[in-house]
């Protein structure tokens, strides 16, 4: 049974710095697009970035210059290092696997920008 496993959130001031992580029970981890989504209360769910299977990277403009996205295919494991978090960026944050004939979540993890 695939896992997508998140961890890495939590309670951050503004300004702050959050990793996230998800660790995926994937065969063949090195072939899967992978993405990190986010969703707020009455928002519709939103790519933040993503990192195909050969690195390529792609972020939405509001996350720009502030969050990375990066893989470590040894660990089956993708990040998120967010920095110069704002109160904006409250959500829940899901892992994305997917290639063109499957797809797959996490179940999320929480992050909240607030003083």
């Known amino acids: 049974q695939v896992q997508l496993v998140e961890s890495g959130g939590g309670l951050v001031q503004p300004g702050g710095s959050l990793r996230l992580s998800c660790a995926a029970s994937?065969?063949?981890?090195?072939?899967?697009?992978m993405g990190w989504y986010r969703q707020a209360p009455g928002k519709q769910r939103e790519l933040v970035a993503a990192?195909?299977?050969?690195?390529?990277?792609n972020y939405a403009d509001s996350v720009k210059g502030r969050f990375t996205i990066s893989r470590d295919n040894a660990k089956n494991t993708v990040y998120l290092q967010m920095n110069s978090l704002k109160p904006e960026d409250t959500a829940v944050y899901l892992c994305?696997?997917?290639?063109?004939?499957?797809?797959?979540w996490g179940q999320g993890t929480q992050v909240t920008v607030s003083s």
């Open positions: 990192i195909t299977a050969d690195e390529s990277t």
């Open positions: 994305n696997a997917a290639t063109v004939l499957r797809t797959y």
């Open positions: 994937l065969s063949a981890f090195t072939f899967y697009n």
